[in-house]
Nanobody, 126 residues
């Protein structure tokens, strides 16, 4: 079983909303920070948002502040990304990831992450 599995992406019209989910199979992931990244064609993966292991501290990229909300459910061992007012420029493949590093400010780089999901496409039509 893959350690992280994203779901609930897809096609949405501009201005619409989606909530991505990431189910974690490893119980130990509850103890670590998690994050969402996205990747545009031909580009590196960029951090979208991160959350500490408790779920009470978050970090957002400037480009999504006020638009996206990251959360996690400890009992379900699931990470979420609520995306509102989606724009065509939000079209990308979205990845969830886990870092075994101690949370400092949440500003993770892709190289800081130890486990990745396979990614899920979010496509926003104009």
């Amino acid at each position: 079983q893959a350690p992280l599995v994203e779901s609930e992406g897809g096609l949405v019209q501009a201005g619409g909303s989606l909530r991505l989910s990431c189910a974690a199979s490893e119980r130990t992931f509850r103890n670590f920070p998690m994050a969402w990244f996205r990747q545009f064609p031909g580009k590196d993966r960029d951090l979208v948002a991160s959350i500490n292991h408790v779920g009470d501290v978050t970090f957002y990229a400037d480009s999504v502040k006020g638009q996206f909300t990251i959360s996690r459910n400890y009992d379900r061992n699931t990470l979420y990304l609520q995306m509102n007012n989606l724009k065509p420029e939000d079209t990308a493949v979205y990845f969830c990831a886990v870092s075994r590093q101690v949370w400092t400010n949440g500003h993770f780089a892709a190289r800081d992450m130890d486990y990745w999901g396979k990614g899920i496409l979010v496509e926003v039509s104009s």
